[in-house]
């Protein structure tokens, strides 16, 4: 973008839960260059100006889990959600792995749109097209470049696809990966669907490619007891071991759920620096595993955030994570509800995207990412530390602007650089002929 964007007489939120009244940003390139009172930052000629009046302005959000495409094309259903894990897990390969990269394209491009409206500005994408691996991640990452959000997504890979051997989904994942550029919004990370669906020579081709692009990979980590129980029955090891074992874990690597897990493996996760995506919504839907492998995480300070798992959004799960976390504190669990929520939503998100894009994120200070997002939301001045409830107001509220690495890509709440109906009709087309394809009549998969 050209010029300087200058968002005038702001209300900043912090991570302490208080807000700065009065406030601009200015944002230069692709960075935040200057944070102050409004009348010390003038609009210069050729400057765009975002008149705030008054409203919460915070870092774009970051889904830590998400599927743009399966989240749709297996959407939830109480049929299913109530079958047997095995099932589930069937019933989404038999959606997914006939997808086309046209179908691909269309589904993401619509999802990107919804999470752009909703303020989030980097999606850690967990796709499976074993039809067409690279080119539907290519294609995922033209879309995230033209519409303009952070992706970093990863191939699902497994090892029980026929006609689609586990070792080729891995290597396309790998080519994809080493062909992103340093300075574009859509990286690559190596995946694995889950331990459950994967032999030890995926697992050990999906580290190797790993260690040697220097990237994270991303992970089904513990989804419930049927995971560990199908793990444990095959390899006799527990999966955090069977995934430290092949050099899986580390520092930019995501491991989603973590709910049949113990504390000394929650311990071990953060010591490699593993951020653990946790997806409380689904966890209160769907049966298998506990709050125990939530508990075990936070009493070990791991580094933690959110997913979607590409279903509802992030403040529906913030909301679930709420519920989750005071049920902890009442039972004697020393934990701070309070702060837990501030990092839920940025703390460990915002170290994820700085290990992808080198550059601090996660505040709307100087030097930092230029992420952005205006709420249409006035709040009340410097009234102590209610995030929660601070937190909890803006779910229900609407976005005004959307800024991701200095370019406005939502402007009073319309999506620019395109037609945000076109890109639903196009994504329902998609879905239905994927829904055909597979002869049914409408989604139903369990939340993933």
């Known amino acids: 973008m050209e010029g300087r964007l200058v968002l005038k007489n702001c209300s900043l939120f912090r991570a302490d839960g208080r807000v700065r009244s009065g406030m601009s940003v200015l944002v230069e390139g692709r960075l935040i260059t200057a944070v102050g009172p409004d009348e010390a930052t003038p609009v210069l000629p050729g400057d765009w100006e975002v008149k705030c009046e008054g409203r919460l302005v915070m870092t774009g959000l970051v889904d830590c889990h998400t599927r743009l495409v399966g ?52 999606v850690v994408e967990h796709l499976h097209a074993p039809s067409c691996v690279e080119d539907a991640m290519n294609a995922q990452a033209r879309v995230a470049e033209r519409l303009g959000i952070r992706l970093l997504n990863s191939h699902a890979s497994t090892s029980v696809v026929p006609e689609s051997p586990g070792p080729g989904q891995v290597e396309a994942n790998s080519r994809y990966a080493a062909s992103r550029k340093p300075g574009s919004l859509a990286r690559g990370a190596i995946g694995i669907r889950a331990s459950f669906c994967s032999d030890d020579d995926l697992l050990r081709l999906a580290g190797r490619a790993k260690e040697e692009l220097s990237i994270g990979a991303h992970f089904g980590l513990a989804e419930n007891d049927d995971d560990l129980a199908i793990t444990w029955s095959k390899t006799n090891s527990r999966i955090v071991t069977r995934f430290e074992r ?186 239905e002929s994927a829904w055909k394809r597979a002869g049914v009549t409408g989604g139903g998969a369990a939340p993933s």
């Not at 095995?86 to 179908?103: A, C, D, I, N, P």
């Not at 209160?284 to 959110?306: D, F, I, K, R, Y």
């Not at 230029?370 to 779910?395: C, I, K």
């Open 246 to 431: 092949f050099g899986l874990l580390g520092g930019a690597s995501v491991g989603a759920h973590a709910r049949a897990i113990d504390r000394a493996e929650a311990a071990r996760l953060a010591k490699s620096r593993t951020l653990v995506a946790f997806t409380p919504r689904a966890a209160q839907t769907v049966e298998g595993g506990s709050a125990l492998g939530m508990e075990a995480v936070l009493v070990n300070q791991n580094l933690v955030g959110l997913g979607s798992g590409g279903t509802g959004s992030l403040w529906e799960e913030l909301a679930a994570s709420y519920t989750g976390v005071m049920a902890m504190a009442r039972a004697g669990r020393m934990l701070d509800p309070d702060n837990l929520m501030a990092s839920f939503l940025v703390g460990g998100p915002a170290e994820l995207c700085t290990m992808i894009y080198a550059a601090p994120s996660g505040s709307v200070e100087p030097g930092s990412l230029g992420d952005l997002v205006v709420y249409d939301f006035v709040p009340a001045r410097e009234t102590g530390n209610f995030t929660p409830h601070l937190l909890m107001q803006l779910s229900q509220m609407p976005v005004g602007w959307t800024i991701v690495n200095g370019r406005v890509v939502v402007r009073e709440g319309q999506l620019l650089g395109a037609n945000y109906l076109e890109l639903a009709r196009e994504s329902a087309a998609a879905l």
């Open 71 to 122: 989240g749709q094309l297996t959407p939830w259903a109480g049929d299913l959600l109530l079958r047997p894990f095995q099932q589930r897990f069937e019933q989404e390969h038999r959606l997914e792995r006939g997808l086309t990269v046209g179908e691909v394209e269309a589904i993401t491009a619509f999802s990107i749109a919804q999470n752009l409206r909703h303020g989030v500005s980097m």
